[in-house]
């Protein structure tokens, strides 16, 4: 998803904001992420299926809430996340995606 290029209504203007928000707790968590499995930050071998991928991922987060739940801290290694820059208010090329945007601003951004 991506956001309005110019919102027009209140309603757009408030997914706008929710999906800044939104963005940039996903984009912490994956750092956070990155910088406890040095796998999902593209080291280590490489993984070609895509269900490999997937249980990898899996695996992490399972053990990084294990982590989270247990207090088991590790020291801030902060490593910048460049492959993943903000994405563009984009023009609205994709039907599709441009029709399930706006079904989620009808059915939680507009007040009933």
Known sequence: MTPFLIPQT?????????????????EHL???????????????PRVRTAE???????????????????HIHEPYNHMPDDDNPAPEAAADDDIHGTAVRNDIVRNFFTQV
């Open 30 to 44: 994956n750092g956070q992420l990155k910088n406890k499995f040095l796998c999902l930050g593209g080291t280590g």
């Open 52 to 70: 490999k991928v997937c249980d990898i991922i899996t695996a992490c987060c399972v053990l990084f809430n294990i982590s989270k739940d247990d």
């Open 10 to 26: 209140p309603a757009e203007q408030a997914y706008n904001s929710a999906h800044r928000t939104t963005r940039a707790l996903i």
